[in-house]
């Protein structure tokens, strides 16, 4: 369906808190805030008196975005009309109040990506690609479709919710009693509008074991179908999850991190930065990771080695880390694998890898309180990880670290 509609001219839009009256052709938003458009099919010359028209939903969902819904929907009759959603998410209390807003309507739910078109005149128009994306919170607004449709080229993503300021190292963050009750309330709130919208349950469950520091979940359209945010035919197949699709390992008891952030290892000499984090896939702590900085050629490069151990399954105990990857602000670290190898009585893999980093890599992360690192590894049974790391800590412990290293 989504094929077919390939064009959108623009009506009217509205984001944010203004809310004059609009014209056909005004638009009323603000930076950062999801807007809502008109669209029709298009270019005129290809569907002439027949041009299909739906609503496009882009952008973040914030506090005020399902009061601009309301007054959006009281310009024209929504009622049966198709929203296209483009959006990684945002608030969970307005994401429900528009997911239950689009179903009062009888409205179905697609996602895709509007691209402008020149059109004759002043008249604007566009085209329509299935290649857009929904993800965190925009998964349970599609939910609220009466019925759903997702393209085989969309990327339907998922994870947990999580304090907004304390996401990008939130294992190195502390969190209040009240931080805690409000996580909770707002996971049973979303536990409740999942049943209410007739989605399967695990559709619940698939989002709450993805931690903030692992990668968001892709479902393919098996799992779409299953927890019902598909529920209309689409022949194309997308790829499984790369959540580690064979030979996952078994799950082991939780991994025990003293410290919090970047820490300076002064017993070393010369010191050493060090972090500890735990390893999941899907949230399941299957071991612990660690990751050494050491001088090399100060202010040009650094040594980095890396250690883990991890429990593996009875069906991959001859199994090896294979691959350690390390992704920063666009740069990519491939380290060397310099053992890898069970302990015990098997049903441990340790580890260990080492390698160079640049200055200008670790400079990234002195910089910017809110830079991430992936640490990524695969096995020779193709179980990838895939951990963001932060930089708490980091900035106050480099500087002291590279004075020491200016001794050496």
């Not at 299909?52 to 973040?60: D, F, N, Q, T």
């Not at 903030?212 to 479902?219: D, I, K, V, Y």
């Amino acid at each position: 369906m989504l094929k077919r509609l390939l064009g959108a001219a623009l009506l009217f839009c509205v984001s944010g808190a203004a809310h004059a009256e609009p014209s056909a052709r005004s638009v009323l938003s603000e930076p950062g805030s999801m807007r809502f458009e008109w669209v029709r099919e298009g270019p005129a010359d290809v569907c002439g008196a027949h041009c299909r028209e739906w609503i496009a939903a882009v952008g973040p969902i914030t506090a005020d975005t399902a009061q601009d819904f309301e007054f959006f929907s009281q310009v024209r009759d929504l009622r049966g009309a198709t929203l296209v959603l483009d959006s990684g998410g945002g608030s969970v209390l307005a994401s429900l109040e528009l997911g239950r807003k689009v179903r009062h309507l009888g409205m179905t739910t697609t996602v895709g990506h509007i691209t402008r078109l020149s059109g004759p005149g002043d008249e604007q128009r566009g085209g329509l690609s299935a290649r857009g994306e929904c993800a965190s919170m925009c998964v349970f607004v599609l939910l609220g479709g009466v019925k759903r449709q997702v393209p085989a080229e969309a990327r339907i993503l998922v994870h947990q919710i999580w304090p907004g300021g304390k996401r990008y190292d939130a294992g190195a963050e502390t969190y209040t009693a009240e931080e805690m009750a409000r996580i909770q309330r707002d996971v049973g709130r979303i536990a409740r509008y999942t049943v209410e919208m007739g989605g399967d349950i695990e559709l619940f469950e698939l989002a709450m074991r993805i931690p903030p520091w692992e990668r968001l979940r892709a479902l393919s359209q098996a799992e779409l179908r299953r927890v019902g945010l598909q529920s209309l035919d689409i022949v194309a197949e997308a790829s499984t999850s790369g959540a580690a699709a064979a030979g996952r390992p078994a799950k082991s008891s939780p991994a025990r991190i003293a410290e919090r952030g970047w820490t300076l290892v002064e017993a070393s000499r010369p010191a050493a930065l060090q972090r500890r984090h735990a390893l999941t896939i899907e949230g399941e702590e299957i071991g612990q990771f660690e990751i050494t900085l050491a001088c090399a050629d100060p202010g040009k490069s650094y040594k980095l080695a890396y250690a883990e151990s991890r429990s593996v399954a009875d069906d991959s105990a001859s199994a090896q880390v294979k691959a350690v990857t390390l992704l920063l602000g666009g740069e990519r670290v491939a380290l060397t694998v310099d053992s890898s190898a069970s302990r015990g009585d098997a049903a441990e893999l340790a580890s260990r890898a080492s390698g160079t980093v640049t200055a200008d890599f670790i400079e990234k992360l002195r910089k910017d309180p809110e830079s991430v690192m992936i640490v990524g590894t695969r096995t020779t049974d193709n179980v990838r990880t895939s951990i963001r790391v932060g930089s708490t800590g980091f900035g106050k412990a480099f500087s002291r670290f590279a004075t020491d290293c200016g001794k050496k």
